[in-house]
């Protein structure tokens, strides 16, 4: 067998007998070979992008560590860098001394879900052993523009899809405050108890930052969990010159804030700060003695693992940490300058350029840029209709032939009433000005005959 | 500053400014000096232990891939894999043609809390919308000695500990299923609506397994999922030695099986395999149109993320399935049978061997051996409270002195009415006959004076 073959049956059913270690080489390069090339500067298709070689190393380094968060006793070192880098991230915040709680999770929407479950335990602790029929029916409040986990958690948790209400975003996706104080009243009205609000600081599509002030001033009053969902633009506290676009943030009872996306540390790293100590443990905890023993020789305080829903827990904290360590906090900062000046750049670049139409007006708020390509073809139409109809179709082939070619990777989606547009975002510090240059003329190579 | 205080700083607060990469390099050292060496074949702590090397590099090249599992676009290879893989399982589960559902998950506390919701969704499918205040008070049930995520899942999905009802025990930790009937008929009397059992098939602590089919017998009768918590006991499947222990395990709704533990994947990889198809989706998925676009140029149903309650999910794929290609499911299973025959070898050596007393009569079930050691002092004290207080003690004293020097670790635990007791377990391919000599002197030679 030649080694195309080879590689084209290198997804076979898996046998009773080993393979040869040949064997095992050919489908780790036929693997790497049909993987999308996620570090390069031109994926720019997830908000998860790029590969840090500092990080990398790290994570080989947790590999070959094989250990498990949960106790102190198999995981001493990891423990203790979890526990410093949480804290670090709460001063960043804002948290007086960096104090309060965390936990690194599975996800962003994990940590959503963490962060409803712990305002639920808040507000009626007896949910924990009685559940959902000892509670009045809740209501849990976020944008028309929030991510879907919101919705995912509120399911899972008993609370029910219908409990979450969308509240409407202005033009650029911020939530409207007026709006979440008018709907907190009527749910009241109606007898459902509001008992979270999950603000965005950096929506998915658009990139917009709720007001976290005005949010947090109405969470006050009607006293309510204030959650700022910051898994994509969280790590903007790392910058002094964006930072202000979370005035507010130190408010809110807890942030989800995903280094795995902005800060470019490898999957998965998303944590959750939690403002309240203590609350994780009373609401996840089970004492389960075969592996929280009280008569340990140690400081019990360092085994942390009963406060996760998760029993094991990957150890995610080390490539963030051990990154830290090596760009410093400048570092950081540095690189999500520049993704945020290379989308200002793309947005100069088309705001005005024939072709291209903008989804919403203004600066990028994070490095997202949405826009609609018209190809020549339809740029003129005059039957609004027909011509919606058109360039809906527009931007799915473009992608289709962009990977086709393997030239680049951009993400669309409709929105609302809004047809098929290009979400452009940019978390890879490997991306440069002419990178962005490639992609506005890839976009019109690919479209001019549409 | 010398090596050694710099090692002894390595843990310093993070800083504004970049290290030097010695620094970084130092780091490292440090991290794994201090680390537990799970791989150890005298680390006996956990039930997931060892490395192995195939799956290390797996592992890396995951970490190189840096990509996402939610559609089939960013990881293309990786679905496809999870989905031969997947089959694979549900073949050997039994189920026809290795129809059904699954996922990979971030552990099995996570893998046994999807089953509940799915069973919870599939009796009462307008709980997603609507909630548990649309759904009758519920009944989940599950033996004393299971996992402790039953309960943590039904907190934090709003069912309740509460109504999670334990049901009783043999001597040797297998669930009795006259009890279960007894309880299920006393939950309806109370108008408790059953929905959920979960059989273990391996205990955490004991290594039992409950008899599924009498269990299945009473779960069609009384119309209640089954679920088979094998987080610890589902590898067994793949020993044609063993498997009898699992009989009835095709007759379960869903199975968690944790390919990391008694298979020695690198952490983390446990899996939920479902036998009804498209429940899983119905149950999670939230039509994000800026991730699960309807209008790409490939099949749609490779695009699986929608299914889970995460959005991003790390692959943990690759390291199975590359393990397997390189072992053949022969290779899993001479590990798993050598693994067990160490056990019993332990078993054998310490039944009657002075100063040992074991937990329960009869063979280990699983890898699990379950003793207590008697130092000399407290062997032969007549006062049987007075022995058992004294008892109490050893364990953790002989643990805190195997931590202090570095030779092995091995879990203890009290249970119910039992005082501190060992629990071996061996899920290292690399342990060897001498290996657990070794334990048993070492213990003897730590303990003697207690």
Request: aromatic share 10%.
């Amino acid at each position: 067998m030649d080694g195309d073959t080879k590689t084209m049956t290198f997804l076979q059913e898996l046998q009773d007998e080993p393979a040869t270690l040949d064997d095992i080489l050919i489908s780790c390069r036929a693997t790497l070979k049909y993987a999308i090339k996620t570090a390069h500067p031109r994926y720019f298709n997830q908000l998860s992008t790029g590969l840090d070689m500092v990080g990398l190393a790290a994570d080989w380094l947790t590999s070959t560590a094989n250990t498990n968060m949960f106790t102190y006793e198999v995981a001493p070192v990891f423990v203790l860098l979890e526990y410093v880098t949480l804290k670090k991230m709460r001063e960043i915040i804002g948290w007086s001394d960096g104090r309060g709680d965390g936990i690194f999770s599975p996800g962003g929407a994990i940590s959503n879900m963490y962060a409803m479950l712990l305002a639920r335990f808040k507000m009626f602790p007896e949910v924990k052993e009685k559940g959902m029929s000892s509670v009045p029916r809740l209501a849990a409040f976020t944008s028309e523009h929030s991510h879907f986990s919101i919705k995912k958690g509120a399911a899972a948790l008993g609370i029910g899809t219908e409990s979450v209400i969308c509240i409407k975003a202005d033009e650029s996706g911020k939530l409207i405050p007026a709006d979440l104080e008018r709907r907190i009243l009527e749910a009241k009205q109606k007898g459902f108890v509001p008992f979270f609000v999950s603000a965005t600081a950096g929506t998915t599509v658009y990139g917009a930052f709720d007001p976290l002030i005005a949010i947090s001033d109405i969470c006050k009053k009607y006293n309510v969990w204030m959650h700022v969902d910051g898994a994509w633009g969280g790590s903007l506290l790392m910058s002094r010159r964006h930072r202000w676009k979370l005035d507010g943030v130190e408010r809110a009872n807890s942030v989800t804030w995903n280094p795995h996306k902005m800060m470019s540390v490898p999957l998965q790293c998303s944590a959750l700060l939690v403002r309240e100590e203590g609350l994780m443990q009373n609401c996840n905890q089970m004492h389960a003695c075969y592996l929280f023993q009280q008569d340990k020789h140690y400081d019990l305080s360092y085994d942390t693992g009963d406060k996760a829903l998760q029993c094991g827990r990957h150890v995610d904290i080390f490539k963030l940490w051990l990154m830290w360590r090596a760009k410093g906090t400048i570092g950081f900062e540095a690189q999500i300058d520049k993704c945020l000046e290379l989308s200002e750049y793309l947005y100069n670049k088309i705001k005005d350029r024939e072709g291209y139409e903008m989804v919403f007006d203004g600066k990028p708020q994070h490095t997202n840029v949405c826009f609609w390509y018209l190809p020549p073809g339809i740029r003129y139409m005059e039957d609004k209709e027909e011509r919606k109809k058109h360039l809906h179709k527009v931007a799915p082939v473009i992608k289709a032939r962009m990977m086709e070619y393997g030239t680049t990777m951009v993400s669309y989606q409709p929105q609302g009433d809004k047809v098929n547009f290009f979400r452009m975002v940019i978390s890879n510090p490997a991306a440069t000005f002419e990178d962005i240059d490639f992609l506005i003329e890839e976009i019109e190579r690919l479209g001019q005959d549409l």
